[in-house]
Each structure stands twice: as structure tokens, then as C-alpha cells.
């Protein structure tokens, strides 16, 4: 167990390194913050100046291992816009981020895993083919265009809900719904296939053959087995909690992490982006250091097959 | 004693329970002006409301006219023509020296009274300058003299450079008296006045600035004397403006202002629709015919002090010689882009100048003419072989870039130049130099009523092109000396002419497509008028 807990660690240690070289490398590559943040018209002097107040003038491999080194101390940067510690700036927007996100979890996973057992139980009738045709529907319509029409229906035409901004809880239905049916429609299709090839199993004909009663079935036998992969998506979904509605919020205007971050990448403000990546790179890889522990939870065999198991 | 009866206890408690709401019923019965809602893409870019280190279009209209106020200010609502602001009056002493009457009884947003002492402490070293030196003289002597026990605040380092840019020569500003000033240039210069009423100039409150633990705690609440003073900004999501009600121009018609910051266009007219914004700026042109299908909502706007230009490269191989250049300015129809993507609604311009530049103003000057026999001619001229040219764009960064773009490049192959349209990401990218650097988008404003303020800054030798190493011209540079420095008016004028005649034909830096334009949609109720500019007026008298 001790292996098996140390690799993972291990790993997630080196998961974010990389994220952190990558975003270092891809943003002090591809634009100058100075003129991105001081506009096309900016004079070239105050360009200078503020190049050398970041050390943007500095050759990219001593910023990069200044860059490490802060990070190294627990000290990630502070924001080119104006001034602040990165980290602050992203811990004022987490709250708002996860108004939306977490009652989004929870419609997703209220609604998409009865659904999908629901199909599956009734695969090949009306409910099964009803519900995969608004399943379907609903991870393909993409979340801008969803977020546009509640809004068109349930603002312009009905005038029952206001189409965006944060000053109140009517203000965060409409972001939660346009989160929670995209996600919802995701695991009710997960769910539903990890349920039919459960189902389809031997082991589930035999405690039929034996007389078990199907309810018993279902939740003892079949609903166990088919939580492996309908976990790994709600891990994916648990770990996106903090950057996963980067387009809903802008559609919104609702002032979380993932406007901070649309707004920082395109000035190439550096530390906020950085703090906003290691944040989710932390996030995705605890999410999926606590699956793999489920994992081992819910499997007995990959328990005791130590560090080898993993997805 | 009087005894107390029942009834009477009953009456106190009544009266008691009521008495927090009493006084609020008042003030709202005399106070019934509207609070307003206004759904912007950008509030400001630099998440401060500091005048020199928000530089921006979309700063002008959170700024101007609700919260800062220079000493010479604009007619908003006209021709932007200067005005008197927060002076009443000015006069030369010399070619170099203006001296201003200040307004009396203006009251900062703090209830303190703006004197003398404010516009000094307004152009100082702390506030403005910080390290720069005026251009003709080794030291910057404002307010040197007014002793102060205040904590530093450190400035961005980039707006010492700003305000130099604004301010090149400036060296002293002089408290004659309470209410006068006096602005000492270490050079003659015509455009003191112009100067005085750009973007940036505006006057600050000391003590506001005094009291500010830092520079960010002051530059997100700034004291100012505007009819309308923060109380709430909230960087990329909204900024809360209150009226002042002790504003010297009287009282202001709206009781709230609330920018909210809406980046998708779709978001902003269905707020508008619903009733949960009252304007929607930033209206594509396609959109507004969308908007003005409903009956209740208009869209207002128009050109603004913006043109969008077409600059050139004159380092790479293709552009060296001016032939081709000159082919590219005769290729554009530009009025045929203003009819189909601006519906009409903005213009071509006179060359890169503006009507307010008064008797600077050339109005007879054109840009070339959309004549392509003559662009094929010059480009046989100049032995041109259909070599690849590259045209550096971004994704719509301004209103229907890209579509102009693929425009362009279409007349363009229409008289044989092969040009290749890059769409990259940031403006880094636009600028970096290299052999492909040879074509790109850009817009230039007129922060002032003076060529001095867009042609020289922009394009002279210490604008952002020959900075950048795209272009430069000798008999240019030495007319950017004339224009900054002569005080002969017949000689500048003149000189500003061949200026334009070297960049616009001759040998050209850039070409002028048309004049940029905003467009704000509105409900019809609301009587309300918008500026030639990104600025929003809502002074006593623009709003009912």
C-alpha cells in the first residue's frame, strides 16, 4: 500500500512540474505581456519601462528559474495588471467559481446516474431511447449555445430569471443548469454502458439463476461493478471543479476563476495563469489520486495488486 | 405626572417600529432619480481607474464625463473641441507658459474644495513623473517646493513614461495663487492648451491620494470631481458610480451608475431585451439592425476620434521600394467596406487628421484613390513578381477585422499583389520583427487637437513605427521637429500637409481605411445622447 501511495504521489508531483514548464513555455513564447497589456498604441518607452519592472528583459532561462525558485518558497508571483499576489487574486474568485460548480455536481450526479441505470435497466424501450436522445442532445450541444437559449427563453421571452451577473442566487440558476445538463447528459451515457456490460456479465445470470431477487441484483452485483468507470468520470468532473466552466462563466459574466483566467492568458499575465494551472493541475491530480484509492476500494483485486493497478 | 394609557403605548411602539423607515421613505421621495445598469465588454483593461495607467478606449468611457475632469475640457456632446473644464479661463504669457483660472467651488469627491495646491501635486514627480527628465532641462521642478510628510507611493513604472509622453517638456507647474496656475514648458509649444485637455490630464485630489494606504487603494477609488464617485469596483466585473451631488455642475440626473463587464455580444442584447441592462455598448454593425427590430430599443453611435489604418513594413524585400506600397493604397475601395460591413455608418476619412484639429485641419486632403489600373501600372513599375506578402492579423481585436481583412487581401490579388493573411494571437506576435513582418492592422487616436498628438507620437521618430524598426523617413522627422516645436501656425500647417503627403503617398508608412465607430444600444424610453467618442455623458442635462 505504501508503493503504491508513494508512486502516485510521486507522480502528481511530476504532472504538475510539467503543467508549470509547459505554461511557462507556451506563454513567455507566443507574446510580450508589455505590449499585450498596454495596448497597441502604447509608447514604447512606457513598453521599456515595464518590461524591465517584471524582468521581462531578462533571458527566458533565468526568468524560468526565478520563476521555479519563487515557486519552490510558496511564493507565486504577483499579477502584471496590477500588482497583487496572483494567488490572492485567485482565491477571491474560487468561491464564485464553486457557486456554481458544486450545485452543478450535484444536478450532474442527481440526474445523469438514475438515468443511465434507468436506461439501462430498460435498455431497447421508450425510457431507454428517450433519455439517449436527450443524453445525446445534451453533451453536443455545446455549453455557450445551451447558455444562450435558457437564457433567450427564461430571461428575454419569460422574464423569470436574469440572463447574467452575480448579485443574487436567481442569478446562478441558469449557469448551474447550462453546467449541470451538458454533465448530467456525459455520465447518464457512462453510466448506462458501464451498466449493460455489468449486466451482461455471467456472474448476474448465475445469482438470477439462483433466485436472487433482481432489486438484489442490481444494487449488490451489478451497481458495484459498474461504478469503476462511472467513478473515473466523476473524478475527471470533481477535478475540473475550479476551471471547468470557463466558457458558462463567460457567457454569464459571472466573475470565477475561469474569467480570471480567459482575461489572464490573453495579457500573458504569467503569475495569475501559473497560479490558476497549478491550482487545477493540484485539483485534477488529488481527484484522481482519491479515484485511484477508490479504485482499490470498490476492486478488491487491484487493492492487492499494489501499485500495478491504476488508470 | 401624565398617566400612560394603553392606546398610547400601543401608538409609541407603532411609532417606534416605524421610525428606521421613516426618514428612507423621505429621502426616497426626493430622491427618485433612476439608477442605471450598463453592460460594457471591458470596464478597463489594467484593473485600475487611474487615467495614466488605463490608456484605453474602453477607460474613456468609464472616465469621461463621470468621474475624472481636466482643467480644459472637450464639448463631449459637439465637436470635442476644447472647452472650459475645471478652469474657467486661460491665457499665453509666452510660448512656453499658460496660465489657468481655476473654477471656484468645485468639491472633490472627499467635500474637500480643488485649489492650486491640487493641480500641482496633479503634475508632480509622485504623482506623474517619477524619475523622468523634461527634454530640454535636467530636472522636473514641480512642486519640489511643497513640503510633505506623506508615505511614498510607488508608481507603475510604466506611467512616469506615459505622462512624459504626454508632457515632454514640461518643467514647472506654479501655484500663482488658490485658484491660478501657471504651466511652465522648457520649449515653445502650441499645443499647451491641447495638452491640458487630453486624456490624462486630469486633476486628482491630493489629500485623496495623501490618505490612500497604496497606489492600488487610490487607483481603484480615485478622488476626483466628476459628477459620479466610486464605490465599488470590482476588476472584470463590475464598477458602482454614485452621484455627487456637491458637483459644480450641478445636480447629477442619475442617482447610480453601474458598469458590468458582459464579454459575449449575445449576453449583452439579451440583457438589454430583458430589461436587466439599460444600455448595451460595444454593438457590432451586424447587430444593429437585430437590436432595432423591437419596436422599444434603438442603437445610437457613430464615428469616433479612431481611424484604422494599414501599416507597412518598408525593411521587407517586397515593400522596399514605395511603388508597391503605393499599389496597396490604390487597391482598397474603402468606401465599399464602410457600405457593406459598417452599413454606412461611419466614413472615410481625410487622411489620418480630424475635423477638431481647427485651422490645423486640411479638409480638401484625400487618401489615394481606389484606382486599380493605377495600382497594376506601379506595380509594373516597380518590377513587382507576384512574390508572397504577409499580412499580420488578429482575430477580430477591432470591429470586423477579420472581415475586412479578407477583404483587403481579395483587392489586393484583384490587381496582382500575393498577399498572405497570418491571423496570430497578440500583438507581440504582430510586431515581432523578421523577414515575414511586411503588413498589419492598427488604429490610431488624436488625444488632443493637434497633428502633434496622432501622426508625430505615432509615426515621427519616437512613435511606436519607428520604434519598432517598420518605417522611417529623414524629411519626415525633420517636419516632426517643425510641428513640435514652431510656433508659426502658416509653417505648421504647411508642414503637417507634406507630412501627410510623405506618409500617405509617397512614400507611405501606413493607409487609412476608415474611422472607427461605436455603436450603443438602448431602450427608446430613455432620452439620452452619446458622444462622438467611447465616452458616455450622463452630466445634468444628458439624461431624462
Redesign the interface.
Given at each position: 500500500m505504501a508503493r503504491f501511495v508513494t508512486l502516485r504521489l510521486l507522480r502528481a508531483a511530476l504532472t504538475i512540474a510539467l503543467v508549470v514548464t509547459f505554461a511557462f513555455i507556451v506563454l513567455r513564447m507566443s507574446g510580450d505581456p508589455a505590449q499585450i497589456i498596454l495596448g497597441p498604441e502604447a509608447d514604447p518607452e512606457a513598453i521599456r519601462a515595464f518590461r524591465k519592472s517584471w524582468g521581462l528583459d531578462a533571458p527566458l532561462w533565468q526568468q524560468y528559474f526565478q520563476y521555479f525558485g519563487a515557486i519552490a518558497q510558496g511564493e507565486l508571483g504577483r499579477s502584471m495588471r496590477d500588482g497583487r499576489a496572483a494567488i490572492e487574486l485567485v482565491a477571491e474568485r474560487i468561491p464564485a467559481t464553486l457557486a456554481l460548480t458544486l450545485p452543478a455536481l450535484f444536478l450532474k450526479l442527481a440526474i445523469g446516474i438514475p438515468a443511465g441505470i434507468f436506461a439501462a435497466l430498460n435498455r431497447g424501450r421508450f425510457a431507454d431511447r428517450a433519455i439517449m436522445l436527450l443524453s445525446v442532445a445534451g453533451f453536443t450541444v455545446p455549453s455557450f449555445v445551451l447558455g444562450l437559449v435558457l437564457v433567450l427563453v427564461f430571461a428575454v421571452q419569460l422574464g423569470w430569471l436574469p440572463s447574467g451577473g452575480q448579485d443574487s442566487w436567481r442569478h446562478a440558476i441558469l449557469p448551474i443548469l447550462t453546467l449541470g445538463i451538458g454533465g448530467a447528459a456525459v455520465l447518464a451515457r457512462f453510466t448506462r454502458s458501464a451498466m449493460l456490460e455489468v449486466l451482461g456479465q455471467p456472474y448476474i445470470r448465475t445469482a438470477s439463476a439462483k433466485g436472487v431477487p433482481w432489486r438484489l441484483v442490481v444494487t449488490g452485483h451489478a451497481l458495484p461493478n459498474a461504478a469503476i468507470p462511472t467513478v473515473t468520470i466523476v473524478g475527471f468532473m470533481v477535478g475540473s471543479l475550479i476551471a471547468g466552466a470557463v466558457v458558462v462563466e463567460s457567457v454569464f459574466s459571472w466573475p470565477g476563476v475561469g474569467r480570471l483566467l480567459v482575461v489572464a492568458v490573453s495579457n500573458r499575465d504569467l503569475a495569475v495563469v501559473q497560479c490558476i494551472l497549478l491550482l487545477v493541475a493540484a485539483t485534477m491530480v488529488a481527484s484522481n489520486l482519491i479515484v485511484d484509492f477508490l479504485y482499490g476500494f470498490l476492486d478488491p483485486r487491484l487493492r492487492h495488486a499494489g501499485g500495478k493497478a491504476g488508470v | 405626572m401624565r398617566e400612560t394609557s394603553r392606546r398610547s403605548v400601543l401608538w409609541m411602539g407603532g411609532a417606534a417600529v416605524a421610525a428606521p423607515f421613516v426618514p428612507r421613505f423621505a429621502i426616497a421621495q426626493t430622491d427618485n432619480r433612476p439608477r442605471i445598469t450598463i453592460?460594457v465588454q471591458k470596464i478597463v483593461?489594467?484593473?485600475?481607474l487611474d487615467v495614466l495607467r488605463e490608456?484605453?478606449n474602453v477607460g474613456e468611457r468609464v472616465f469621461f464625463t463621470s468621474l475624472w475632469e481636466a482643467l480644459i475640457s472637450r464639448d463631449w456632446l459637439g465637436n470635442l473641441m476644447p472647452q472650459p473644464g475645471l478652469a474657467t479661463g486661460w491665457k499665453r504669457l509666452d510660448d512656453q507658459t499658460v496660465e489657468l483660472q481655476l473654477r471656484r467651488g468645485v468639491k472633490f469627491h472627499n467635500g474637500d474644495e480643488m485649489t492650486a495646491e491640487d493641480v500641482v501635486f496633479t503634475f508632480s514627480r509622485e504623482r506623474m513623473f517619477g524619475d523622468t527628465q523634461p527634454k530640454n532641462r535636467a530636472t522636473l521642478r514641480t512642486s519640489e517646493n511643497i513640503p510633505t510628510s506623506r508615505v511614498t507611493k510607488e508608481l507603475?513604472?510604466?506611467i512616469?513614461?506615459?505622462a512624459?509622453?504626454a508632457w515632454p517638456d514640461l518643467v514647472r507647474v506654479e501655484a500663482v495663487d488658490r485658484y491660478t496656475v501657471r504651466f511652465h514648458n522648457g520649449s515653445p509649444d502650441v499645443t499647451l492648451e491641447g495638452r491640458l485637455a487630453r486624456y490624462g490630464s486630469d486633476i486628482m485630489s491630493r489629500r485623496g491620494w495623501e490618505e490612500a494606504a497604496s497606489?492600488?487603494d487610490w487607483?481603484r477609488k480615485p478622488i476626483t470631481t466628476g459628477p459620479y464617485k466610486v464605490v465599488e469596483f470590482?476588476?472584470?466585473?463590475?464598477l458602482t458610480l454614485e452621484a455627487h451631488d456637491e458637483y459644480w455642475g450641478g445636480t447629477p440626473p442619475l442617482k447610480s451608475i453601474r458598469f458590468?463587464?458582459?464579454?459575449?455580444v449575445?449576453?449583452r442584447v439579451?440583457?438589454l431585451?430583458?430589461?436587466?441592462y439599460q444600455f448595451a455598448c460595444d454593438i457590432p454593425p451586424d447587430q444593429i439592425s437585430e437590436v432595432e427590430k423591437n419596436a422599444a430599443f434603438e442603437v445610437q453611435g457613430g464615428t469616433i476620434l479612431n481611424h484604422r489604418l494599414t501599416c507597412f513594413d518598408k525593411n521587407n524585400a517586397q515593400l522596399a521600394n514605395p511603388l508597391v506600397r503605393r499599389a496597396f493604397t490604390h487597391a482598397i475601395d474603402r468606401q465599399a467596406i464602410v457600405d457593406s460591413l459598417w452599413a454606412g455608418r461611419t466614413k472615410v476619412p481625410a487622411g489620418l487628421q480630424w475635423d477638431y484639429y481647427g485651422d490645423m485641419f486640411h479638409a480638401d486632403w484625400k487618401v489615394p484613390e481606389f484606382n486599380p489600373t493605377l495600382a497594376r501600372d506601379l506595380l509594373k513599375q516597380a518590377g513587382y513578381k507576384g512574390d508572397a506578402i504577409t499580412y499580420r492579423v488578429l482575430n477580430n481585436?477591432y470591429t470586423n477585422q477579420n472581415a475586412t481583412a479578407q477583404i483587403l487581401v481579395e483587392m489586393w490579388r484583384s490587381v496582382g499583389i500575393n498577399v498572405q493573411m497570418s491571423t496570430v494571437?497578440?500583438?507581440?506576435?504582430?510586431?515581432a520583427r523578421g523577414p515575414q513582418r511586411a503588413v498589419r492592422d492598427?488604429?490610431?487616436?488624436a488625444p488632443f487637437n493637434d497633428p502633434v498628438s496622432s501622426l508625430v507620437n505615432?509615426h515621427g521618430p519616437?512613435g511606436?513605427q519607428q520604434?519598432?524598426g517598420e518605417w522611417s523617413n529623414a524629411e519626415m522627422n525633420q517636419l516632426c521637429e517643425v510641428l513640435e516645436t514652431s510656433t508659426d501656425r502658416a509653417l505648421r500647417r504647411r508642414s503637417f500637409r507634406r507630412m501627410l503627403e510623405i506618409c500617405e503617398h509617397e512614400d507611405p508608412a501606413y493607409t487609412v481605411l476608415h474611422q472607427n465607430a461605436t455603436f450603443t444600444a438602448k431602450a427608446k424610453s430613455i432620452r439620452w445622447k452619446t458622444a462622438p467618442a467611447f465616452a458616455m455623458d450622463f452630466r445634468p442635462g444628458n439624461y431624462a
Open positions: - | 453592460a483593461n489594467s484593473n485600475t490608456q484605453s507603475p513604472a510604466e512616469p513614461a506615459v512624459r509622453r497606489y492600488l487607483a470590482r476588476p472584470d466585473n463590475s458590468v463587464e458582459v464579454p459575449e449575445a449576453s439579451a440583457g431585451l430583458s430589461g436587466q481585436y494571437e497578440n500583438w507581440s506576435q504582430i510586431m492598427w488604429s490610431n487616436s505615432q519616437n511606436q520604434q519598432i
